[in-house]
């Protein structure tokens, strides 16, 4: 079934409330007390809520055991990703499985995962209905102005709780007084919400900074997994991403093709975020066995490469490779065989080329880097917002939506069904 955006938004709070339950009891069950684990101060559990909707939307055309297992291996590697981000970006744990058999370094546990996916499972079958069925019967003015305010109190709280995480108190004090930072609330009142949160963040989770990191890191450009270094690697990945697949379609097909995920130059945009993600998610495993990569490898690729299929078909209408043909496929958006690619793609990339390519750019003198990299910033941003605009403007043609505003008619004049035809070869129109 597919839902509007208010719906979709309806069951994000929905689950998030039930999250926040769930998580509460199972606290209070635990340490005999009661313990706020969400993230934000309003009874929501945000991770829960954005699952639900993330599984709602990626595995809705997935049915009996594969329903289980792709929700199973999605909530698995949502959990994987979000734990080692949150640690990234605030040196903190908000969740520790260690004390659990068959965890992954606590980010994740096999019984955790199997009941997520059951939930999930649940949640597909019977509850998503229910929850959207209980959200029709509200008066169509009242839940436009209900999700509204939902929206707005969950902006502030996750804006409040954020500040407070980066410990940026004296930044809090001065947005609170700004005219109309909080409307509809008074200093006093935001900054009681402000104490409120810094007291439960400090009592929550324990913090292990990192000593050293920040004074070698001014020296050095692009340090680390910082942000000019990710930049510099999702151009140099799109760029080898590209011309490896040109060079494979050719091996295997006997012919040149373009395999551009864009309409200026040879980038391939999956990857370039793919390794992007593969740096941010592996990094801290490169000391690890190489079976131990190659598995992480093959589940977050098979899962990545799936949503990327779905997201394409779900906002352009379009399909740009197809594995049906292939044994072991899923929906031929994935198969086993290039799911096993990826693994092996993991550990040589942690493992022999990560490591060279890093020292490289790290040599780049500092003004030099930043300024390169924002330019690298400004225009792969772009190409793919002109890339997005040709492709819609594509699919507007097939449906016979003539050219009415400016972006409409360049996008016939400079990207017609020619020109995108032999930038996207392969493009299936869905729709």
Not at 94 to 120: C, F, M, P, Q, T
Not at 361 to 383: A, D
Request: hydrophobic share 50%; charged share 20%.
């Amino acid at each position: 079934m597919v839902y509007s955006g208010y719906e979709l938004i309806w069951l994000f709070f929905v689950c998030s409330f039930l999250g926040w339950i769930w998580e509460t009891l199972a606290a209070a069950f635990q340490k005999k007390k009661f313990v706020n684990r969400g993230l934000v101060n309003l009874p929501f559990c945000i991770l829960y809520g954005i699952a639900a909707v993330f599984i709602t939307v990626f595995c809705r055309e997935l049915r009996g055991v594969w329903l289980y297992l792709g929700s199973f291996i999605l909530v698995t590697v949502f959990k994987w990703c979000a734990g080692h981000l949150i640690e990234r970006m605030y040196h903190e744990r908000w969740w520790d499985y260690s004390h659990r058999r068959w965890n992954v370094e606590g980010y994740i546990s096999l019984v955790d995962s199997a009941l997520w996916g059951a939930l999930a499972m649940v949640m597909m079958k019977w509850g998503n209905a229910l929850v959207v069925q209980l959200f029709r019967m509200i008066p169509g003015l009242c839940r436009g102005i209900l999700i509204w305010l939902l929206v707005i109190f969950l902006f502030v709280d996750i804006m409040v709780t954020l500040l407070a995480l980066r410990g940026k108190r004296e930044k809090m004090k001065q947005l609170a007084k700004v005219e109309g930072w909080f409307d509809g609330f008074t200093t006093s009142l935001s900054q009681k919400i402000f104490e409120c949160v810094e007291k439960r963040i400090s009592n929550a989770y324990s913090v292990a900074k990192k000593a050293g990191e920040e004074e070698k890191s001014a020296a050095v450009f692009a340090y680390g997994c910082s942000f000019y270094k990710m930049v510099w690697l999702f151009s140099i990945a799109s760029f080898l991403g590209d011309i490896i697949e040109t060079i494979f379609c050719r091996i295997t097909m006997g012919r040149w093709m373009s395999r551009s995920s864009v309409v200026w130059g040879p980038f391939s945009i999956v990857w370039g975020l793919a390794f992007v993600f593969a740096t941010i998610l592996l990094h801290k495993y490169r000391n690890k066995p190489d079976r131990t990569i190659f598995l992480v490898g093959t589940f977050l690729g098979g899962a990545y490469e799936y949503i990327c299929s779905m997201f394409t078909e779900l906002v352009f209408g379009k399909v740009f490779w197809d594995y049906s043909e292939v044994r072991f496929n899923l929906g031929g958006r994935i198969n086993l065989l290039f799911c096993f690619f990826w693994g092996i793609a993991a550990v040589v990339w942690i493992k022999w080329i990560y490591p060279v390519i890093s020292g490289w750019i790290e040599k780049i003198p500092l003004r030099i880097g930043k300024i390169v990299s924002w330019f690298l910033v400004v225009f792969m941003c772009c190409n793919m917002v002109v890339s997005s605009l040709a492709l819609v403007r594509s699919t507007q043609r097939k449906d016979g939506v003539q050219a009415e505003y400016g972006w409409q008619k360049i996008m016939d004049e400079k990207y017609d069904d020619e020109k995108l035809e032999s930038i996207y070869p392969n493009a299936i129109n869905t729709e």
